[in-house]
């Protein structure tokens, strides 16, 4: 009794599973995506732009995720942060502390998404509001000038 229970719920989506997906695509809840689409992309508009004016540049402009990955090595250098540590840390790493102490701004380091180049980068999500956003710029060019 137990495995024919259990087969009906993972051998395939259950209906009420079905029932969600097919409500997906209906007028109502294709015009909320599309709606929420364009806010995310207003978002990137906006960020990845005012990062790059700021010599945060962003190599790749995102297309399908809310973060941008942007090279921070002119601006370890510009503050005399160690660029390398055989620890894993310096660059990207002491740069993502000094944006917390100097910014009051939280961003991810490189390390934490591969190996290729991770002391050079550090990631922004632009999923928060626009007004977050424009604060974030806003305090980024405090202190970065």
Known sequence: VIERIAQNLFICASAVAQHAALAC???ESLA???RRRSEFKARRDY??????RLGLTVPVMPDGAFYAYADCSALVKKWGL???????????WDF?????KRAHLAVTPGRDFGTAAPEKYIRF???SSMAHLKEAIAR??????
Request: zero cysteines; charged letters at 25%; hydrophobic letters at 35%.
């Open 125 to 127: 999500s632009t999923a």
């Open 32 to 34: 909320e995506y599309e």
């Open 25 to 27: 695509f209906e007028p």
């Open 140 to 145: 980024l060019e405090k202190v970065i000038g």
């Open 82 to 92: 160690a660029e390398h540590r055989p620890d894993g840390t310096g660059g990207s």
């Open 96 to 100: 993502a502390f000094e944006l917390m």
């Open 47 to 52: 960020f990845i732009p005012g990062l790059n």
